[in-house]
């Protein structure tokens, strides 16, 4: 608790204690007047020096005057009215206290709550000097500096390794439980928490622009991007008050004059007191937390799970979602080619991967890449001799003195081989050994293994419409649509082809674009909704889009989908929560059912219920 | 030219006050106030300077809620 919350909770436990206290020792006249005058200083004084404060400046309508003008006023009908009866005012100003310092308290710890959640700001770097380690202010570390990591420490600045191989968890950027290897030469992301081994990182960024850096302060500025529903309580809040006061107003008036001009007794004070009551509602404050905490919860408990939201107002739109369009590369397949297939073959089919594999062993293309993957062991390179790479069409190589030819059908037609076409979509590598056929290899890329059910999911959902865009070829783009049933398909499509198709669907509902982040900043940008995946680490996504998935499962989109529905659900009960009932106390209020109790009890307590609703938009992790 | 600053303020309605009165500043083009987080965010005019725009803008959100700081 900060300074100022203590000296607040003492203020309040000591008016509840004194206020008791006047009500079990009878006093009477002057002296119980001012002992109860002094418990409301106690419980008050603040507030009426702000409101004395907002006169001089001419600021009639804050909470601040219409509570102490709605306190006084009841102290002075209770004088008037010689009933002694102190307590209503003294208890109105208390109740409220205690409503202001609950939301301080609330906000305070939902604030520290996301920070903890978002725990990803390394407080230093090992750097080697002498052969000692020294802490370094991660700050002051310029790039392509060797940096150590030990195990369990976080890697603070995004770099490659060079030395050691280790278990990374990057379960705070991802929300993925699954430790990632790393070994030389590959990335290392700020924010993973290194596992097994040392590691040594030659550092490729400044602090600034690591990824862990970029990250908070996406999160930080997440709230700057205000909703629908935000800006419509703070329009709804700047009205709500002034109506009210003038309501009071007349309600203190106009019904007295009436009975009066009708001959009746004008029951000044009843009146007066009712509309008192209306003041004591009047403030929007309750209203306006709870909407900024949902977001801020929501947004929170995404982030936890590795979907970064950059405003509350994308968070509004995903749970509208009607469209998605994804890109077919590296979000709904892998991005990258593995073998799916063997036909045909004459020898055993791990033999054939080999020769391929030893074949292409020189070969940086996706293909032989895919190959020597496949094949799974460092390939010998002294059996390989004679390597002649033909091009368009394959390679032609010497393996343990057999003459092998790995390519197309066009090199199979060249080299007068008969082969066999393949009915799979992918790319077809013939194999011939000594000039006759062995079979083919289907090289493809391949569908995520979830990217089936996030589509059927997010049908489940009520997403209308899915549809791919690809620059691949039409066979496979139909191949990969028909086997996770997407709506439609384009293919063969340029980046600006995309731009323009994405385009062409919107304005049918919310629309949402969804890529790997690289090469389609343009159409993350023109969508209503971008969504980068797999971003970890990749800059121009993380700048571009609106949303990111920090990994590769396109489920994260569904998860998001939920997400934000939840926080929108929250924001909605909340915003018709608080409306009801404070119209039902202001209606309660003129007809006299209610008296202050009610209306302070129901203004404190539709407070605290919001807020504690709101704080359940931080709880995602079972959607 | 964009800039944020942490501030200091009490209630989410007296953020969205500030926001208010920061928004009629002089060489303030857009201005966002995240109560959650804490934070201003102000988008300069083209040729205005952002420490003499800012010290207006701490002055008008103080008129406006008197509870608040911008650290600057």
Known sequence: ?623 | MKQKYNIEVDCANCANLMEEAAGKVKGVKEVSVNFMALRMTVEFEEGYDPAAVMKEVRKACRKAEPDCDIEL
Not at chain 1, 280 to 302: D, K, N, R, T, Y
Not at chain 1, 376 to 402: Q, Y
Not at chain 1, 552 to 573: N, T
């Open chain 1, 1 to 623: 608790m900060k300074k100022k919350q203590k000296i607040m909770l003492i203020r309040i436990l000591a008016a509840a204690v004194l206020l008791i206290a006047w009500n079990v020792i009878p006093l009477t006249g002057l002296l119980r007047l001012l002992c109860f005058a002094a418990v409301y200083l106690i419980i008050g004084y603040d507030i009426l020096y702000k409101a004395g404060r907002g006169i001089l400046r001419g600021k009639v309508f804050d909470e601040n005057f219409l509570m102490a003008v709605a306190t006084l006023g009841a102290f002075a009908l209770a004088i008037y009215e010689k009933s002694g009866d102190y307590n209503e005012a003294i208890a109105v100003m208390l109740f409220y206290q205690i409503g202001e310092l609950f939301q301080s308290l609330a906000v305070q710890k939902s604030r520290k709550n996301i920070t903890e959640l978002m725990d990803l700001r390394p407080d230093y770097a090992n750097v080697e000097s002498d052969g000692t380690l020294i802490r370094m202010d991660p700050e002051e570390i310029e790039v392509g500096t060797e940096i150590v990591v030990q195990p369990g420490e976080k890697i603070p600045i995004d770099g490659i390794v060079t030395e050691g191989t280790s278990a990374l968890n990057t379960s705070a950027l991802t929300g993925e439980s699954m430790p990632r290897q790393i070994a030389p030469g590959m990335e290392a992301v700020s924010g993973c928490i290194n596992m097994t081994g040392l590691l040594k990182i030659r550092t490729t960024k400044p602090f600034e622009e690591s990824a862990v850096s970029k990250i908070l302060e996406l999160v930080q500025d997440s709230g700057s991007r205000k909703s629908q529903s935000e800006r419509f309580i703070s329009r709804f809040a700047k009205v709500y008050t002034p109506v009210v006061c003038i309501a009071a107003l007349a309600l203190a008036v106009l019904p007295p004059v009436i009975r009066l001009l009708g001959g009746m007794g004008p029951e000044w004070s009843v009146w007066i007191y009712r509309a008192l009551t209306f003041l004591v509602i009047s403030c929007p404050c309750a209203l306006v937390i709870s909407i900024p905490l949902s977001f801020f919860a929501g947004i929170g408990g995404a982030g936890r799970e590795g979907i970064l939201v950059k405003g509350s107002n994308y968070l509004e739109q995903l749970a509208k979602l009607k469209t998605v369009v994804f890109d077919k590369t590296g979000t709904l397949t892998k991005g990258v080619f593995e073998v799916s297939n063997i036909h045909h073959s004459t020898i055993p089919d791990e033999q054939l991967i080999e020769y391929a594999a030893l074949a292409e062993c020189a070969s940086s293309h996706p293909v032989g890449l895919s190959l020597l993957r496949a094949y799974g062991k460092e390939p010998d390179r002294n059996r390989v001799t004679d390597i002649r790479e033909i091009s368009g069409k394959g390679i032609l190589a010497n393996v343990d003195g057999k003459e092998i030819a790995a390519g197309n059908g066009k090199l199979m037609d060249e080299l007068g081989i008969e082969w066999k076409d393949c009915h799979s979509t992918g790319t077809i590598i013939h194999l011939a050994i000594d000039g006759d056929y062995a079979g083919h290899i289907v090289v493809s890329d391949m569908e995520k293994p979830d990217s089936a059910q996030a589509v059927r999911e997010l049908k489940e959902l009520g997403i209308r419409k899915t549809v791919m865009l690809t620059g691949d070829v039409g066979k496979v783009a139909e191949k990969v649509a028909e086997d996770l049933s997407i709506d439609e398909v384009y293919s063969g499509l340029l980046p600006a082809d995309k731009v323009e198709k994405v385009e062409e669907l919107l304005g049918n509902g919310t629309l949402a674009f969804v890529g790997d982040g690289i090469n389609d900043a343009p159409v993350l940008m023109r969508s209503d909704i971008g969504i980068a995946m797999g971003a970890m680490g990749s800059d121009a996504a993380i700048e571009a889009a609106d949303v990111v998935l920090m990994d590769d499962s396109p489920m994260k989109l569904v998860k998001a989908v939920k997400i934000s529905r939840k926080c929108i659900r929250i924001v909605y009960q909340n915003i018709i929560f608080a409306l009801v009932i404070k119209f039902l106390c202001l209606l309660f209020g003129a007809f006299g059912v209610a008296n202050m109790w009610y209306a302070i009890f129901a203004d404190v307590g539709v407070m605290v219920l919001a807020v504690l609703n709101a704080i359940r938009a931080l709880k995602v992790h079972a959607l």
